[in-house]
């Protein structure tokens, strides 16, 4: 990883938000999502990069994010080969990707 030396790799798995439902009863079209960032101390990040799950089976980012793309394929790129060479199904296995490689879980549970 090409991290800056504050940063650590995070991800907020939000259908396990305890915030999640609230979202959802008001934005009934909003996507399950990952959220994934390069974290630094209190609430700040270099970049962030949302992954959503529209259920077909292969998550996509967000077209939201599409700055926070190219720095974090620049600074997590084994996180893009997994991605790729895994393939993952759902958020769960995005997950396990990031477990893989020592992500920090800051999931508000």
């Not at 915030?19 to 909003?30: D, F, G, M, N």
């Not at 190219?70 to 393939?87: L, N």
């Amino acid at each position: 990883m090409n991290l800056p030396l504050d940063a650590v790799l995070a991800y907020s798995f939000e259908p396990e938000a305890r915030y999640w439902p609230s979202i959802t009863a008001r934005e009934p079209q909003l996507l399950p999502d990952i959220i994934i960032e390069a974290k630094v101390p209190g609430d700040g990040c270099y970049w962030e990069i949302v992954i959503e799950d529209d259920g077909t089976g292969s998550p996509r980012p967000s077209p939201h994010c599409r700055e926070g793309l190219a720095e974090a394929r620049a600074q997590v790129p084994e996180f893009f080969a997994a991605m790729a060479e895994m393939r993952p199904r759902d958020l769960k296995g995005i997950r396990g990707i990031l477990v893989m490689l020592g992500a920090v879980d800051i999931t508000m549970r």
